[in-house]
Protein backbone atom coordinates (compact mmCIF):
# COMPACT_ATOMS: atom_id res chain seq x y z
CA UNK A 1 0.00 0.00 0.00
CA UNK A 2 0.77 3.50 -0.29
CA UNK A 3 3.96 3.96 2.48
CA UNK A 4 5.78 7.45 3.29
CA UNK A 5 9.23 7.25 4.34
CA UNK A 6 11.69 9.24 6.37
CA UNK A 7 15.05 9.75 6.93
CA UNK A 8 17.14 9.48 9.21
CA UNK A 9 15.04 8.62 11.86
CA UNK A 10 17.27 10.31 14.88
CA UNK A 11 19.44 13.07 14.30
CA UNK A 12 21.84 14.67 16.55
CA UNK A 13 22.98 18.04 16.10
CA UNK A 14 25.03 20.92 17.97
CA UNK A 15 23.76 23.83 18.62
CA UNK A 16 24.11 25.62 15.76
CA UNK A 17 24.57 23.28 12.99
CA UNK A 18 21.94 22.60 10.22
CA UNK A 19 19.63 19.86 10.22
CA UNK A 20 17.78 18.04 7.61
CA UNK A 21 14.77 15.63 6.98
CA UNK A 22 13.73 13.45 3.81
CA UNK A 23 10.77 12.09 3.33
CA UNK A 24 9.66 9.90 0.35
CA UNK A 25 6.14 9.19 -0.75
CA UNK A 26 5.66 5.45 -2.58
CA UNK A 27 2.83 7.70 -4.68
CA UNK A 28 2.65 11.35 -6.28
CA UNK A 29 1.27 12.98 -4.03
CA UNK A 30 -1.25 15.87 -4.30
CA UNK A 31 0.27 17.58 -1.32
CA UNK A 32 2.57 17.58 1.33
CA UNK A 33 2.09 18.53 5.14
CA UNK A 34 5.17 18.72 8.05
CA UNK A 35 4.13 18.71 11.22
CA UNK A 36 5.99 19.35 14.78
CA UNK A 37 5.48 17.21 17.64
CA UNK A 38 7.38 18.23 20.96
CA UNK A 39 8.14 15.46 23.50
CA UNK A 40 5.56 15.17 25.33
CA UNK A 41 2.87 16.81 23.48
CA UNK A 42 1.49 16.81 19.94
CA UNK A 43 2.10 17.28 16.27
CA UNK A 44 1.72 20.54 15.74
CA UNK A 45 0.68 21.85 11.83
CA UNK A 46 3.95 24.03 9.92
CA UNK A 47 3.25 23.87 6.72
CA UNK A 48 1.90 22.80 3.37
CA UNK A 49 3.35 22.57 0.23
CA UNK A 50 0.78 21.88 -3.03
CA UNK A 51 2.82 23.06 -6.13
CA UNK A 52 5.45 20.32 -7.85
CA UNK A 53 8.74 22.16 -6.82
CA UNK A 54 7.92 24.51 -4.21
CA UNK A 55 9.74 25.84 -2.17
CA UNK A 56 8.60 27.84 1.29
CA UNK A 57 10.95 29.53 3.94
CA UNK A 58 9.67 30.33 7.74
CA UNK A 59 12.47 32.03 9.76
CA UNK A 60 15.26 29.00 9.60
CA UNK A 61 13.04 26.55 8.33
CA UNK A 62 13.08 25.83 4.65
CA UNK A 63 10.41 23.12 3.20
CA UNK A 64 10.79 21.96 -0.64
CA UNK A 65 8.49 19.61 -2.65
CA UNK A 66 9.49 17.72 -5.07
CA UNK A 67 9.43 18.26 -8.99
CA UNK A 68 7.51 14.48 -9.10
CA UNK A 69 5.62 15.54 -5.85
CA UNK A 70 6.81 12.30 -4.17
CA UNK A 71 9.05 13.49 -1.91
CA UNK A 72 10.38 16.17 0.49
CA UNK A 73 12.68 17.80 2.36
CA UNK A 74 12.81 20.34 5.28
CA UNK A 75 16.07 21.94 6.50
CA UNK A 76 16.68 23.80 9.57
CA UNK A 77 19.48 26.58 9.41
CA UNK A 78 21.47 26.93 12.60
CA UNK A 79 19.52 24.97 14.81
CA UNK A 80 18.16 25.85 18.57
CA UNK A 81 17.41 23.82 21.56
CA UNK A 82 13.59 25.16 20.49
CA UNK A 83 13.74 23.03 17.47
CA UNK A 84 13.85 19.61 19.89
CA UNK A 85 11.10 17.39 18.52
CA UNK A 86 10.13 14.95 16.15
CA UNK A 87 9.30 16.15 12.34
CA UNK A 88 6.90 14.39 10.44
CA UNK A 89 6.16 14.77 6.72
CA UNK A 90 2.29 13.41 5.74
CA UNK A 91 0.25 13.52 2.94
CA UNK A 92 -2.83 12.25 1.54
CA UNK A 93 -3.98 9.13 0.69
CA UNK A 94 -4.54 8.28 -2.67
CA UNK A 95 -7.51 6.16 -2.84
CA UNK A 96 -9.59 4.13 -1.08
CA UNK A 97 -11.30 7.19 0.84
CA UNK A 98 -10.13 9.63 2.95
CA UNK A 99 -7.00 9.80 4.97
CA UNK A 100 -3.57 11.49 6.11
CA UNK A 101 -0.78 9.15 6.20
CA UNK A 102 2.24 10.19 8.59
CA UNK A 103 5.71 9.09 8.20
CA UNK A 104 7.67 7.77 10.99
CA UNK A 105 9.23 11.34 11.73
CA UNK A 106 12.46 12.04 12.25
CA UNK A 107 13.46 13.04 16.40
CA UNK A 108 16.20 16.13 16.44
CA UNK A 109 18.63 16.18 19.51
CA UNK A 110 19.73 19.48 19.82
CA UNK A 111 22.91 19.79 22.34
CA UNK A 112 23.62 22.98 23.42
CA UNK B 1 -11.33 29.85 20.12
CA UNK B 2 -10.96 26.80 22.08
CA UNK B 3 -8.83 24.32 19.82
CA UNK B 4 -9.32 20.36 19.97
CA UNK B 5 -10.11 19.59 23.31
CA UNK B 6 -9.96 15.56 24.53
CA UNK B 7 -11.05 13.63 27.55
CA UNK B 8 -9.70 11.76 29.42
CA UNK B 9 -6.29 13.15 29.19
CA UNK B 10 -4.68 9.89 30.98
CA UNK B 11 -6.15 6.99 31.49
CA UNK B 12 -5.06 3.18 32.99
CA UNK B 13 -7.47 0.13 31.72
CA UNK B 14 -6.75 -3.79 32.21
CA UNK B 15 -6.75 -6.01 29.25
CA UNK B 16 -9.97 -7.29 28.61
CA UNK B 17 -11.89 -4.07 29.08
CA UNK B 18 -13.35 -1.07 27.07
CA UNK B 19 -12.54 2.63 26.99
CA UNK B 20 -14.47 5.05 25.12
CA UNK B 21 -12.41 8.29 24.14
CA UNK B 22 -14.00 11.84 23.44
CA UNK B 23 -12.94 14.51 21.32
CA UNK B 24 -14.14 18.05 20.43
CA UNK B 25 -13.38 19.57 17.30
CA UNK B 26 -12.48 23.64 16.36
CA UNK B 27 -15.91 25.18 16.10
CA UNK B 28 -17.14 25.11 12.40
CA UNK B 29 -14.87 22.10 11.78
CA UNK B 30 -16.79 19.02 10.80
CA UNK B 31 -14.35 16.78 9.73
CA UNK B 32 -12.61 14.55 12.86
CA UNK B 33 -9.84 12.09 12.42
CA UNK B 34 -8.35 9.64 15.18
CA UNK B 35 -4.82 8.01 15.13
CA UNK B 36 -3.11 6.01 17.10
CA UNK B 37 0.78 6.52 18.04
CA UNK B 38 2.59 4.36 19.47
CA UNK B 39 5.79 5.84 21.48
CA UNK B 40 8.54 6.00 19.12
CA UNK B 41 6.41 6.28 15.88
CA UNK B 42 4.41 8.39 13.10
CA UNK B 43 0.75 8.47 13.74
CA UNK B 44 -1.70 5.90 12.34
CA UNK B 45 -4.99 6.24 10.96
CA UNK B 46 -7.92 4.84 12.70
CA UNK B 47 -11.04 6.62 11.32
CA UNK B 48 -12.18 9.78 9.43
CA UNK B 49 -15.77 11.13 9.98
CA UNK B 50 -17.52 13.86 8.21
CA UNK B 51 -21.22 14.82 8.81
CA UNK B 52 -21.43 11.53 10.69
CA UNK B 53 -20.57 9.60 8.75
CA UNK B 54 -17.41 7.46 8.77
CA UNK B 55 -15.18 8.37 5.50
CA UNK B 56 -11.92 6.57 6.19
CA UNK B 57 -10.97 3.51 8.07
CA UNK B 58 -7.94 2.56 9.02
CA UNK B 59 -5.86 -1.38 9.27
CA UNK B 60 -7.20 -1.86 12.70
CA UNK B 61 -9.79 -4.88 13.97
CA UNK B 62 -13.05 -4.26 14.47
CA UNK B 63 -12.30 -3.62 18.37
CA UNK B 64 -12.37 -0.03 17.39
CA UNK B 65 -15.21 1.93 16.52
CA UNK B 66 -16.11 5.75 16.40
CA UNK B 67 -18.74 7.70 15.80
CA UNK B 68 -19.70 11.64 15.02
CA UNK B 69 -22.51 13.32 16.80
CA UNK B 70 -25.10 15.98 15.35
CA UNK B 71 -22.43 18.74 17.19
CA UNK B 72 -19.80 17.22 15.35
CA UNK B 73 -17.45 15.97 18.03
CA UNK B 74 -16.88 12.36 18.11
CA UNK B 75 -16.29 9.47 20.32
CA UNK B 76 -13.70 6.58 19.84
CA UNK B 77 -14.41 3.19 21.11
CA UNK B 78 -12.03 0.18 22.31
CA UNK B 79 -12.93 -3.18 23.33
CA UNK B 80 -11.67 -6.23 24.37
CA UNK B 81 -8.10 -4.22 25.37
CA UNK B 82 -4.61 -5.35 24.74
CA UNK B 83 -1.66 -4.78 26.03
CA UNK B 84 -0.90 -3.55 22.40
CA UNK B 85 -3.09 -1.02 22.45
CA UNK B 86 -1.41 1.29 25.02
CA UNK B 87 -0.71 4.52 22.96
CA UNK B 88 -1.62 8.17 22.68
CA UNK B 89 -5.03 8.48 20.80
CA UNK B 90 -5.33 11.81 18.96
CA UNK B 91 -7.90 13.41 17.51
CA UNK B 92 -7.55 15.95 14.74
CA UNK B 93 -9.87 17.94 13.18
CA UNK B 94 -10.37 19.80 9.62
CA UNK B 95 -12.56 21.84 8.13
CA UNK B 96 -13.39 19.89 4.88
CA UNK B 97 -13.17 16.38 4.38
CA UNK B 98 -10.49 15.77 1.51
CA UNK B 99 -6.78 15.21 2.35
CA UNK B 100 -5.69 18.73 1.51
CA UNK B 101 -7.07 20.16 4.54
CA UNK B 102 -4.71 20.94 7.17
CA UNK B 103 -4.89 18.68 10.64
CA UNK B 104 -5.11 20.44 13.76
CA UNK B 105 -4.67 17.99 16.65
CA UNK B 106 -5.76 17.84 20.42
CA UNK B 107 -3.38 17.01 23.14
CA UNK B 108 -4.38 13.13 23.08
CA UNK B 109 -5.70 10.86 25.29
CA UNK B 110 -2.85 8.72 26.56
CA UNK B 111 -3.57 5.28 27.43
CA UNK B 112 -2.47 2.29 29.74
CA UNK B 113 -3.31 -1.42 28.95
CA UNK B 114 -2.07 -3.42 31.94
Known amino acids: GQQVMQIPQYQHVQEGEDFTTYCNSSTTLSNIQWYKQRPGGHPVFLIQ?????EVKKQKRLTFQFGEAKKNSSLHITATQTTDVGTYFC????????????FGAGTRLFVKA | DAGVTQSPTHLIKTRGQQVTLRCSPI?????VSWYQQVLGQGPQFIFQ???????GRGNFPDRFSARQFPNYSSELNVNALLLGDSALYLC?????????????FGAGSRLTVL
Open chain 2, 27 to 31: SGHKS
Open chain 2, 92 to 104: ASSKDRNGANVLT
Open chain 2, 49 to 55: YYEKEER
Open chain 1, 90 to 101: AGPRNTGGFKTI
Open chain 1, 49 to 53: LVKSG
